[in-house]
Nanobody, 121 residues
Framework: QVQLVESGGGLVQAGGSLRLSCAAS????????MGWFRQAPRKEREFVAA????????YYTDSVKGRFTISRDNAKNTVHLQMNSLKPEDTAVYYC??????????????WGQGTQVTVSS
């Protein structure tokens, strides 16, 4: 089992920045690919970004490329999502997820509880 706790969400004006963090505990963090997903009101959960177990590969959905950056620190069991140039359409609950397999998949094994990000226009 892997336990995931997100932090860093909040309210920000359009054009602003937020940095989400996800702290992992349980099995060795470096065994897992890590991802961020989001779910906006009345919409399905969607993939945002992912990073391989060693950080060598990263993946982004098209709508956040060039604005969001995913990173991880295996020594601190944390993964981050730096979000810049935020837009109102980025408003959602953001979830951290861990997967013992591939990073570029929607089928993640473990999920956090989520953190709310609200971008005002």
């Amino acid at each position: 089992q892997v336990q995931l706790v997100e932090s860093g969400g909040g309210l920000v004006q359009a054009g602003g920045s937020l940095r989400l963090s996800c702290a992992a505990s349980g099995r060795p963090f470096s065994n897992y690919a890590m991802g961020w997903f989001r779910q906006a009101p009345r919409k399905e959960r969607e993939f945002v970004a992912a990073i391989s177990w060693n950080g060598a590969s990263t993946y982004y959905t098209d709508s956040v490329k060039g604005r969001f950056t995913i990173s991880r620190d295996n020594a601190k069991n944390t993964v981050h999502l730096q979000m810049n140039s935020l837009k109102p359409e980025d408003t959602a609950v953001y979830y951290c997820a861990a997967n013992p397999g591939a990073a570029n998949t929607n089928n993640y094994a473990y999920w956090g509880q989520g953190t709310q990000v609200t971008v005002s226009s």
